[in-house]
């Protein structure tokens, strides 16, 4: 991957975690607690792909992505150690709200999980931007 797709796809990823982190909040102020607890954790998997980019890493399944993130990036204390298992985490509490029948999550919940997605997103975009991979806002 050259430079510019790097970075270009770092921006890309990145587009998508502020969106999906947006939309998550949007969730919770309508009560949409299922929901939110979805977008909540694509805002974190989109920051973690932005973040695996940094280093030309790139993952072919979610699992993949928690993986390199978490021995890359929280186990090297490059990013928060809870990072990983945060992340991990929130992909589980994501697949029980989307595919498990009859979960239905509470506002203490989703709130807790969103908190988690806010946290790995706001270490993320420190890493980002320490790094020089994101453009100057405005």
Same mark, same amino acid.
């Given at each position: 991957m050259s430079?510019?797709?790097?970075r270009a796809n770092i921006a890309e990823e990145w587009r998508k975690s502020v969106e999906a982190r947006r939309a998550a909040e949007a969730l919770l102020t309508l %009560?949409? /607690?299922?929901? =939110?607890?979805?977008? %909540?954790? #694509? &805002? *974190? #998997? @989109? *920051? &973690?792909? *932005?973040v695996l980019l940094t280093d030309g890493l790139e993952a072919r399944s979610h699992e993949g992505v928690i993986s390199l993130f978490g021995q @890359?990036? *929280?186990?090297?204390g490059k990013l928060p150690r809870n990072a990983g298992r945060d992340l991990h985490d929130l992909k589980e509490v994501r697949e029980h709200a989307d595919y498990r029948r009859g979960f239905e999550a509470t506002e203490v919940e989703a709130r807790r999980e969103i908190a988690r &997605? +806010? +946290?790995?997103c706001e270490a993320a975009a420190a890493y980002l931007a320490a %790094? +020089? /991979?994101? =453009?100057p806002a405005g």
């Open positions: 430079p510019e797709n790097r %009560g949409l /607690w299922n929901d =939110a607890l979805n977008r %909540g954790y #694509y &805002a *974190a #998997y @989109h *920051a &973690a792909c *932005a @890359h990036f *929280a186990l090297t &997605a +806010g +946290g790995i %790094g +020089g /991979w994101l =453009a």
